[in-house]
């Protein structure tokens, strides 16, 4: 089967760093992806990761490790703006669907 | 990065009425296409796969006599949900991806209220 965790809130102080986990057993393995999703609108892309290691862009770096099925997106200097869901999804083999986890509600404190 | 754009970006119908969604795909082209709906405070469920020129591969649970999706174009993608229920009241999600690329982009979504 398909199945995809991360937490389901997290809460941070603005400034701060915070790291959100998703953790994935999946049929077929096609790169994981991290979408941020403020209320009432649609995913944007943040990041892709198909190797190992960590991919860094501006504040949000995400990580890789296939062979334990793990990824995480660290989000840096954490700012008022960043409060949204953040969806990890990994693209299966051979449909190329983007299988969703159920998403991280992160609220950002002043 | 690319730009996928829905129309419309809200609709109130009655039930039993017809819904028609457009998602096109305004400076690439895509091959293909998904459908996806999302109820409030959980994530993204697929609801299909549109493949310009084929007919669309739906999910496990999703009736395709319902949601009927067109992808006439490699830029346009339709889903109209047909015979609309209270039920059928969603936000409606399409996204498209670039053929060279890796990443699927998303239209802003169609918030459906059946009435």
């Known amino acids: 089967g398909q199945n995809i965790d991360q937490p389901t809130e997290m809460t941070a102080t603005e400034g701060a760093i915070v790291q959100i986990n998703c953790t994935y057993q999946?049929?077929?393995?096609?790169?994981l992806f991290w979408y941020q999703q403020h209320a009432g609108e649609a995913p944007t892309f943040l990041s892709y990761n198909v190797l190992d290691g960590l991919e860094e862009k501006g504040r949000f770096s995400s990580f890789l490790s296939r062979s334990k099925g793990y990824s995480y997106l660290l989000l840096k200097e954490l700012q008022m703006k960043d409060s949204a869901s953040y969806l990890c999804?990994?693209?299966?083999?051979?449909?190329?669907?983007?299988?969703f986890g159920t998403g991280t509600r992160l609220q950002v404190f002043p | 990065g690319a730009v996928v754009s829905q129309h419309p970006s809200r609709v109130i119908c009655k039930s039993g009425t017809s819904v028609k969604i457009e998602c096109r795909s305004l400076d690439f082209q895509a091959t293909t296409m998904f459908w996806y709906r999302q109820f409030p405070k959980q994530s993204l469920m697929l609801m299909a796969t549109?493949?310009?020129?084929?007919?669309?591969?739906?999910e496990q649970g999703v009736e395709k006599d319902k949601f009927l999706i067109n992808h006439a174009s490699l830029t346009l993608s339709t889903l109209t949900v047909t015979s609309a229920h209270p039920e059928d009241s969603s936000f409606y999600i399409c996204?498209?991806?670039?053929?060279?690329?890796?990443?699927?982009?998303f239209g802003p979504g169609t918030r459906l209220l059946v009435l």
């Open positions: 549109s493949n310009e020129g084929s007919k669309a591969t739906y």
């Open positions: 999946t049929s077929g393995f096609n790169g």
């Open positions: 996204s498209a991806r670039d053929g060279g690329a890796e990443t699927q982009y």
């Open positions: 999804a990994v693209r299966d083999i051979p449909t190329d669907k983007l299988i």
